[in-house]
């Protein structure tokens, strides 16, 4: 080794000590120290390790991608063998028809020659005999080779007649997927023609059809113009009966007139009756309104009574027919209880006089208490009702959906607007079971009892709100039952 080698390779461990120097690992274990050397030997065996594995895994990757495409050209290859092999069935097939046929012609060669053979041993036997005989022999055996001779020739013609009626096959096969071609063509188009016949058919039946109705049309016009014909003839007959019947309708309208005086004196009674019945009823749904909490005055409030103006064009009820002082004063009144009858009663279907659960218990009721979450003193807007859970929970009037979703404070809730300013909320709810706009009559099942939201066990919060304002939820409760029991009294 010469000094310039050594020196290269005292170079080369320098640079390799420089790259990768001594390095230690500390370790920590339970407040002990310990420290794990890693010389550039063992740094420089991790390195070779790595590349060789590296080296491998490329080579391994070089040779399996070869591989791969080795062995898709070899599935290709034996895909276009079979697809060979197929086509050489094929043909074997056509060989074997027609081996069949040469096999049954050599048949028959073979039965004559073996003819020929025995008269060949006959003729050896007279050969013995005589020398005449032997020249025959010598004759039939040259015809027998002119006869072999032959048998070949004909064999090579039917060969070839074979390869000629192979061509003819081929061909005779294509003309006839020609053919077929063909013959779809002409099944497409004439499905079109009998298409297009049937469309022609049905558009002559409704031509058929629009003309017999025309021709009704007429028929029944013509005997219409005989109709008003006769009518007409009818009604000058009777315009002379009419003048004789005036005269008795004359003396019956004067007999009704002493029975309109009766039966105005009976309207004027049963006016005063449902004057009054109408006055009684106010004031049961007015008491109704009252015990809700709710001010009448100001929720349906009265018309005041200076409120006089009236007027339009007079039409009598009846012909020659005026009303007294009297019956126009109760009529005002009766129509102005009706006005007020309508009123109290349009805003009394729209309040929520039902519970929403059949089965419950009030746990905190409407107004002050103790908050069950942080124990400080708040208000309580509407009144919570405890029971099983997931109980059905009901509309208490009918209304339209306003919000259905969650809330912070009262994890899935309902509003319902009643109108007129009436709008309930059911909250904590564990399912809902409407969408906003959706209508719901009074006792709809609109969701499912439970205890989501700012909750400490299944309940339903419910409010009562009046133009944005919360009322008292156990006044409408009892309002509701006063109904049920004065219903139940009626009867």
Do not use: C
Not at 71 to 98: F, G, H, N, T, W
Not at 270 to 290: C, F, N
Not at 293 to 302: H, N, T
Not at 466 to 486: E, L, R
């Amino acid at each position: 080794m010469t000094d310039e080698s050594v020196g290269w390779a005292d170079r080369t461990v320098q640079k390799i000590r420089r790259l990768l120097p001594e390095r230690q690992i500390i370790i920590r274990t339970e407040g002990e120290t310990s420290y794990l050397r890693v010389s550039t030997a063992l740094q420089v065996g991790v390195i070779a390790v790595w590349v060789g594995v590296a080296g491998w895994v490329g080579f391994a990757t070089v040779g399996f991608q070869n591989q791969k495409d080795m062995i898709a050209e070899k599935a290709d290859a034996i895909s276009r063998s079979r697809q060979a092999y197929r086509k050489l069935l094929d043909q074997v097939s056509d060989y074997q028809l027609s081996i069949v046929g040469i096999t049954r012609d050599l048949k028959e060669t073979e039965a004559h020659l073996r003819g020929l053979f025995s008269q060949n041993e006959e003729l050896k036997q007279d050969l013995s005999s005589t020398e005449v005989a032997l020249r025959s022999s010598e004759e039939e055996r040259n015809r027998i080779a002119s006869a072999r001779k032959q048998m070949n020739d004909q064999l090579e013609l039917f060969g070839s007649e074979l390869r000629q009626i192979t061509g003819k096959n081929n061909a005779l096969e294509a003309h006839i997927g020609t053919l077929r071609q063909h013959l779809a063509v002409v099944e497409a188009e004439k499905a079109e023609i009998a298409a297009e016949r049937a469309a022609l058919d049905d558009r002559l039946w409704g031509l058929h059809n629009e003309l017999e109705a025309s021709n009704a049309k007429v028929t029944l016009l013509e005997s219409n113009v005989r109709a008003l014909k006769t009518d007409l003839r009818t009604v000058i007959l009777e315009r002379s009966a009419v003048a004789v019947d005036n005269d008795t309708l004359r003396a019956q309208v004067a007999d009704l007139e002493s029975t309109l005086d009766t039966e105005r004196d009976a309207h004027r009674r049963e006016l005063v009756k449902i004057s009054d019945r109408t006055r009684g009823q106010i004031a049961k749904v007015e008491d109704v309104i009252r015990r809700t909490g709710l001010k009448l005055e100001k929720v349906v409030p009265v018309a005041p009574k200076n409120a006089t103006g009236q007027g339009g064009p007079f039409e009598a009820l009846l012909p020659d027919m005026t009303l007294s002082d009297e019956d126009d004063a109760l009529r005002v009144e009766l129509e102005q209880r009706l006005e007020r009858w309508e009123q109290v009663v349009g805003f009394y279907a729209s309040m929520p006089l039902s519970k929403p659960l059949t089965k419950y218990t009030v746990t905190s009721p409407f107004g002050t208490r103790v908050d069950p979450i942080n124990g400080r003193r708040s208000v309580h807007n509407g009144v919570d009702m405890a029971g099983p859970y997931k109980q059905e929970v009901t509309a208490t009037a009918p209304g339209v959906v306003s919000f259905a979703g969650r809330r912070t404070a009262y994890g899935r809730v309902i509003d319902i607007d009643h109108g007129h300013g009436l709008v309930t909320r059911y909250g904590h709810l564990a399912k809902i079971k409407v969408k906003v706009g959706q209508k719901v009559d009074l006792g709809t099942v609109i969701a499912l009892l439970g205890s989501s939201g700012r909750s400490t066990g299944p309940h339903v919060h419910y409010e009562v709100r009046y133009n944005d304002k919360p009322i008292n939820p156990s006044k409408f409760m009892k309002a509701g039952t006063h109904v049920q029991q004065q219903a139940k009294n009626a009867k």
